[in-house]
């Protein structure tokens, strides 16, 4: 079945470093969707490309879509301990279900 | 924006009891709600789709007697969990969105109920 993958599990950084997720699907997404979860929360939507070669920005985050509609990435510039917690990307098909990745965990050293 | 409220946030129960999770969204009509389960430090996991009106559509492995899903109106779905086991304690999440229309704002969950059956 459709897959999404998603890389790095973990990542541990110091404040002010950058950091990367990255997605890859099995197939052709519809669109993909990027969701925060901060410890004890639940997932609060972020974003959602739907353009083959997308690029969008929100302050220090920058989203991307690749051109074949089957891989993207979440790269915080500068992070600050705001941005702790589990970034997700989900995958959606054409009838609107999610494909979960399974996060990636952002970590700030101390 | 849209908002989905969901009751409990947590709950304790025993072993073999039923418990009802109630997910409501407060101000659109949510067509389609979907229900998940997630363990500590993993993924969320699609349980069963519920429309408005109809039987829910459950995930392949997912007991469809044991987690009673009922979507009477647009603005509520509920989940039981019926004799309740201590494998099920877990994180249950629902979200909403309007099927019909493309998912421009994403798909809008509840704050999650945390079931621990002891």
Redesign the interface.
Same mark, same amino acid.
């Given at each position: 079945g459709q897959q999404v993958m998603q890389i790095p599990q973990y990542q541990h950084v110091q404040e002010g470093e950058d950091f990367t997720t990255y997605c890859n699907s099995s197939t052709t997404l519809s669109?993909i969707?990027w969701?925060k979860q901060r410890p004890g #929360?639940?997932?609060?939507?972020?974003?959602?490309l739907v353009k083959s070669g997308e690029v969008k920005k929100q302050k220090r985050l920058t989203f991307q879509f690749g051109e074949a509609k089957k891989n993207s990435s979440l790269h915080i510039t500068a992070t600050q301990t705001t941005d702790v917690g589990t970034y997700?990307c989900?995958g959606?098909d054409s009838n609107?279900?999610?494909i979960? #990745?399974?996060?990636t965990?952002l970590i700030i050293k101390p | 924006g849209a908002v989905v409220s969901q009751h409990p946030s947590w709950v304790i129960c025993k072993s073999g009891t039923s418990v009802k999770i109630e997910c409501r969204s407060l101000d659109f009509q949510a067509t389609?709600m979907?229900w998940y389960r997630q363990f500590p430090?993993? =993924? !969320?996991m !699609?349980m069963a789709?519920s429309n408005e009106g109809s039987k829910a559509t459950y995930e392949q492995g997912v007991e469809k007697d044991k987690f009673l899903i009922n979507h009477a109106s647009l603005t509520l779905s509920t989940l039981t969990v019926t004799s309740a086991h201590p494998e099920d304690s877990s994180f249950y999440?629902c =979200?909403a969105?309007l099927?019909d229309s493309p998912?421009?704002? %994403?798909?809008?969950? %509840?704050? %999650?109920t945390r079931l621990t059956v002891v």
């Amino acid at each position: 079945g459709q897959q999404v993958m998603q890389i790095p599990q973990y990542q541990h950084v110091q404040e002010g470093e950058d950091f990367t997720t990255y997605c890859n699907s099995s197939t052709t997404l519809s669109n993909i969707q990027w969701y925060k979860q901060r410890p004890g #929360g639940h997932p609060v939507f972020l974003i959602q490309l739907v353009k083959s070669g997308e690029v969008k920005k929100q302050k220090r985050l920058t989203f991307q879509f690749g051109e074949a509609k089957k891989n993207s990435s979440l790269h915080i510039t500068a992070t600050q301990t705001t941005d702790v917690g589990t970034y997700f990307c989900a995958g959606s098909d054409s009838n609107y279900q999610l494909i979960w #990745g399974a996060g990636t965990k952002l970590i700030i050293k101390p | 924006g849209a908002v989905v409220s969901q009751h409990p946030s947590w709950v304790i129960c025993k072993s073999g009891t039923s418990v009802k999770i109630e997910c409501r969204s407060l101000d659109f009509q949510a067509t389609t709600m979907f229900w998940y389960r997630q363990f500590p430090k993993q =993924s !969320l996991m !699609l349980m069963a789709t519920s429309n408005e009106g109809s039987k829910a559509t459950y995930e392949q492995g997912v007991e469809k007697d044991k987690f009673l899903i009922n979507h009477a109106s647009l603005t509520l779905s509920t989940l039981t969990v019926t004799s309740a086991h201590p494998e099920d304690s877990s994180f249950y999440i629902c =979200s909403a969105t309007l099927r019909d229309s493309p998912p421009y704002y %994403g798909y809008t969950f %509840g704050s %999650g109920t945390r079931l621990t059956v002891v």
